[in-house]
């Protein structure tokens, strides 16, 4: 390698960059916990515990949290012992602002998996421009997704209430086309 100043990173035969093994994680907590009078600490970690097992957070991976300065002050002490980038500020889809502001423009050189932590259509077209490139989950809020976003993404988990510490996730079956089909029928 001598004088290279960058890396070269194979493509496996579907053209993503697997090899990369890193994650940056989008995450709109209070997307995920819900409405203001669900905003308590043990809900609010409970739900965070959640988002963490359904995305496979690893240690080396880049995670991004936004909320309202309110909403942040709960959960801030329970991120303390994990390396994040932690974005605040009021008003209507600033956390997703903040997110979407907070992604490289080299993503998909950068890391092999984008996650998304919100059903939020403003992330659908993040998700739809990195498919095929880079691997794309969804997590979402019990199911709560804008059908524009749940067909960009390649996978996509919903978390399972928690109103307890002890909540699981599920696969909502994600396949594109009849999720499409589904939501279109749902809407009418």
Not at 8 to 26: E, P, Q
Not at 70 to 79: G, I, Q
Not at 116 to 124: R, Y
């Amino acid at each position: 390698m001598g004088n290279t100043t960058g890396s070269v990173i194979a493509i496996g035969k579907t053209g993503r960059s697997h090899d990369l093994g890193r994650s940056l994680h989008l995450v709109d907590i209070e997307n995920l916990v819900g409405a203001p009078t669900s905003w308590r600490p043990d809900r609010i970690k409970a739900v965070f515990g959640n988002y963490l097992r359904a995305a496979t957070w690893r240690l080396g991976d880049t995670l991004v949290v936004a909320a309202n300065p309110s909403f942040m002050k709960l959960l801030a002490f329970d991120l303390i012992e994990m390396a994040h980038r932690p974005l605040c500020a009021w008003g209507k889809d600033a956390a997703d602002e903040l997110l979407l502001g907070a992604v490289p423009a080299d993503v998909g050189a950068r890391f092999g998996r984008l996650v998304v932590g919100s059903g939020d259509h403003a992330f659908a077209p993040l998700v739809a421009s990195l498919r095929g490139r880079i691997e794309t989950l969804v997590v979402t809020a019990a199911g709560l997704i804008a059908a524009d976003l749940y067909v960009a993404a390649d996978d996509v988990q919903s978390l399972t209430p928690a109103p307890d510490p002890g909540g699981n996730t599920h696969n909502v079956g994600h396949d594109p086309q009849a999720g499409a089909a589904k939501m279109a029928v749902i809407a009418q």
